[in-house]
């Protein structure tokens, strides 16, 4: 599952929010409670946004970038100590080594946490600056082997052929191939993201993850959201 910052950050543009926290957690408990293994990318656009930083700051893009990457382990940490409260067994895993908080990346290892059902956690992004959190949850999912993406997003139940919240008329898709994500730029997540995806045939189920059951219904396989997928016209 991809947790942006914003969702992290609830009705507020910043900072975390304790029920999105605890939400979180819950859906997680119960998808692993049924004998599902997740692991989590978090992104941290509520503490530090990359791009944000270098236009207000006058920062250089790479710095700017790398300080998004710390911010992304906030999240991890405020994650990782929310679910561990209610009973879950977690590990943080970060693409930049910061061992007295957290574990670096290493792939073996994480599927091995999975497997003892442990909930990874992973911070950092890819660990290289001009990549996003999306391409790193697109990496990550495919590098464990993962049997598809959740991209959950706060208040978005899913694609739309256009900005719901600006046109009354806009349409949800329910059905999507990678390659009308990628020609009509919908903004599900970025391209390279997408690439990825469609040359692994990784699955992305688009959701609202503030919609309480929403995980574990695109768990069981329930239509929640939008799923983009291989060889699919636009529905």
Known sequence: ??????????????GLDAHVLGLVAEEVAAVTAAGVEVAIVVGGGNIVRGSDVSLILGVDEATAHYMGMLGTAINALALQAVMEGRGLVTRVQTAIEMHQIAEPFIRRRAMRHLEKGRVVIFAGGTGSPYFTTDTAAALRAIEIEAGALLMAKKGVDGVYDKDP???????IYRRLGYLDVLSQDLKVMDATAVALCKDNNMDIIVFD??????VKRAVL?????TLVTSSVRAQ
């Open 165 to 171: 919240n600006v046109h009354s008329d806009a349409v």
């Open 209 to 214: 993850v503030a919609r309480p059951g929403n």
């Open 1 to 14: 599952m991809k947790l942006s910052g914003e969702a992290l950050a609830g009705d507020g543009r910043t």
């Open 221 to 225: 396989g329930e239509e929640v959201g």
